[in-house]
């Protein structure tokens, strides 16, 4: 069974220092990852995935992703916090095998302090 | 180019009622995705419409039910409604190109059950 773990529930970082959201996960054979971002009453922003191939990821507003298949870990990370980077982030993951369900997780909220 | 749409944005029923909720895909997208997240979870998958029948299903009641459109828009329908369901329904769109699909979040219906 496919399932995602965000071991923190929040993520405080100050403005301008790099910050790192964790996400592991477990699927059956290669696994699609993603990234997602969602805002005060608002759906889920795509910010990222992994499919294939070079296994650090650029994505939308100077976020990155780093897959580790050893670790089966896919971090989040920013070189460079700012301060409307503060969201509520998820991980998901889509097996290779399975036509579209998409396991999320638990999500991460992200304070950037001024 | 408009994103996925929803609608009605807010819903509020009382318990034993039925409830239809409203999505278009964004354009060019022919894969509808229904997920629904409670409040301080991630979203959870309800199925997933192609070609106007459903291709994939998750832990869900058949209470729950959907329908898609020749125009790709979607519809889902919850019968006999229970205080449990009160939550954001999110509607998500995508482009079957092998297994690669990204699907892609609409603002949601907040639906609430008195």
């Known amino acids: 069974a496919q399932s995602v773990a965000q071991p923190e529930d929040q993520v405080n970082v100050a403005e301008g220092n790099p910050l790192t959201v964790k996400c592991t996960y477990s699927v059956s054979g290669n696994p699609y990852l993603f990234w997602y971002v969602q805002y005060p009453n608002r759906g889920l922003q ?7 191939g070079d296994n650090l990821v650029k994505g939308s507003y100077g976020f990155e992703a780093e897959f580790n298949k050893s670790q089966t870990s896919f971090h989040l990370k920013k070189p460079s916090a700012l301060v409307s980077d503060s969201a509520l982030y998820f991980c998901a993951v889509r097996a290779y095998s399975s036509a579209s369900k998409i396991i999320f997780g638990s999500g991460t909220r992200l304070s950037i302090r001024p | ?43 959870q998958f309800i199925f997933q419409y192609y070609e106007e029948e459903e291709r994939q299903r ?5 209470r729950f039910s959907g329908h898609q ?17 009160s939550a954001l329904y999110l509607c998500a769109s995508s482009l079957v190109q092998g297994r690669e699909e990204t699907q892609y979040f609409g603002p949601g219906t907040r639906l609430l059950v008195l």
């Open chain 2, 58 to 62: 998750g832990n869900f009641p058949d």
């Open chain 1, 46 to 52: 795509f910010l990222l995935k992994y499919i294939t």
């Open chain 2, 69 to 85: 459109f020749p125009n790709y828009s979607s519809e889902l329908n919850v019968n006999a409604l229970l205080l449990g369901d």
């Open chain 2, 1 to 43: 180019d408009a994103g996925v749409t929803q609608s009605p944005t807010h819903l509020i029923k009382t318990r034993g009622q039925q409830v239809t909720l409203r999505c278009s895909p964004k354009s060019g997208h022919d894969t509808v995705s229904w997920y629904q997240q409670a409040l301080g979870q991630g979203p």
